[in-house]
């Protein structure tokens, strides 16, 4: 990969097991919390490689704008 910018940490396993195909969006759990979403792998499956992951520590501003935004919407019933 190239030159990682903020936001996006690295990451590989120790079990051999590697992200693939359909991934994406998967957390990245530590300690009992995620701290990461996968979304880039350079082969699939392939241990050799390590695996890109949002930090989601970075970006809590933005989650956080993003759920209060979400909440204040209310579904509508639909008619009918």
């Known amino acids: 990969f190239p030159q990682l910018s903020g936001g996006v940490t690295c990451v590989a396993t120790t079990k051999g ?3 693939c ?3 994406s969006g998967d957390p990245l759990i530590t ?3 995620v701290c990461g979403l996968a979304i ?3 082969r699939c499956g392939d241990k050799r ?6 930090d989601v ?5 933005f989650i956080s704008r993003a759920v209060l935004t979400l909440d204040k919407g209310k579904p509508k019933k639909p008619r009918g």
Do not use: I, S, V
């Open 17 to 19: 097991e590697g992200l």
């Open 21 to 23: 195909y359909g991934d």
């Open 31 to 33: 300690g009992g919390e």
């Open 40 to 42: 880039a792998f350079r």
């Open 49 to 54: 490689y390590p695996a890109l992951f949002t």
């Open 57 to 61: 520590h970075y970006h809590r501003a």
